[in-house]
């Protein structure tokens, strides 16, 4: 599957942005798809994911509450509406499948080119 991440720009703290994960191939709604970021200088981190059916979601902690992960198969499209940005949200985002339910990076086999969210201050 491939996978193309996109509705990243600037946006002031407070404020808002969807991301969205287009995939092509017929075969989407078989991978969980998550959510990581990459700020400048840090490690990539997990951010959230979604399952198969998009009936189970997961968030890290600094997003809860926040952010919000779905998914339409139909589309073969899954969306981060982020809300209540915060300047250390800037990152580049990227959008990766898995076969598997969780937020390891490393079992997550395909990886989109990411987007990059600025917010400031």
């Known amino acids: 599957v491939q996978l193309q991440a996109s509705g990243g720009g600037l946006v002031q703290a407070g404020g808002s942005l969807r991301l969205s994960c287009a995939a092509s191939?017929?075969?989407?709604?078989?991978?969980?798809i998550g959510w990581f970021r990459q700020a400048p200088g840090k490690e990539r981190e997990f951010v959230s994911r979604i399952s198969r059916t998009g009936s189970s979601t997961a968030y890290a902690d600094f997003v809860k509450g926040r952010f919000a992960i779905s998914r339409d198969n139909a589309k073969n499209t899954v969306y981060l509406q982020m809300n209540s940005l915060k300047p250390e949200d800037t990152a580049a985002y990227y959008c990766a499948a898995s076969q598997l339910y969780q937020g390891d990076a490393a079992v997550y086999w395909y990886w989109g080119k990411g987007t990059l969210v600025t917010v400031s201050s």
């Open positions: 191939g017929r075969t989407f709604n078989n991978y969980v």
